[in-house]
């Protein structure tokens, strides 16, 4: 959707104008971020756009999908949270695509993801195929799901939060 970006201003500024006052509007954007310059992020938070972000977690996982994309993806996070602090704890969620390329670096992506601040973090299974899901490779899925809950809980006991959706 950021390649057509202007056409998101032109959305926006029609609903605002057109809808009655007693009613509210909500925006949702789905973006690998890669594209989410200064300006569209001001416009996203002064809008208050429901933003998820498409990011696998650490470097090794997000390289399997996106070659060369973590250093901005990490950038764009610690951006975020310093200069929209509203926007990112209230419109910012991550979604992680877990594939059996991925699989083993789910629960370290989720510490990864709690050290940046991120407030919402969705995991997803991936849509195509993935013939490479193996009998054997569940006992690893159940594993990581594990220390993720465990992660989780221990995040909720610090903070009050749960940061984690699933699916």
């Not at 013939?131 to 995040?155: G, M, N, P, Y």
Request: with cysteine.
């Amino acid at each position: 959707p950021l390649l057509e970006f202007s056409l998101i201003r032109e959305a926006v500024a029609y609903a605002e104008k057109n809808r009655p006052e007693t009613k509210h509007i909500s925006y949702g954007l789905v973006t690998n971020g890669t594209l989410l310059s200064e300006d569209r992020t001001a416009f996203l938070a002064e809008h208050s756009v429901d933003t998820q972000l498409s990011f696998d977690g650490v470097g090794a996982s997000q390289d399997l999908r996106g070659k060369g994309t973590f250093a901005i993806l990490d950038g764009l996070l610690d951006s975020l949270r310093r200069e929209y602090p509203d926007f990112y704890a209230k419109n910012v969620k991550v979604s992680m695509t877990v594939t059996p390329q991925t699989v083993s670096h789910m629960s370290d992506s989720i510490d990864y993801f709690l050290e940046k601040g991120v407030p919402r973090i969705a995991i997803a299974h991936s849509i195509s195929d993935c013939s490479d899901w193996r009998i054997d490779r569940l006992a690893e899925l159940e594993e990581q799901f594990k220390l993720v809950c465990e992660k989780t809980l221990a995040h909720f006991d610090r903070t009050g939060e749960i940061p984690f959706l699933l699916f």
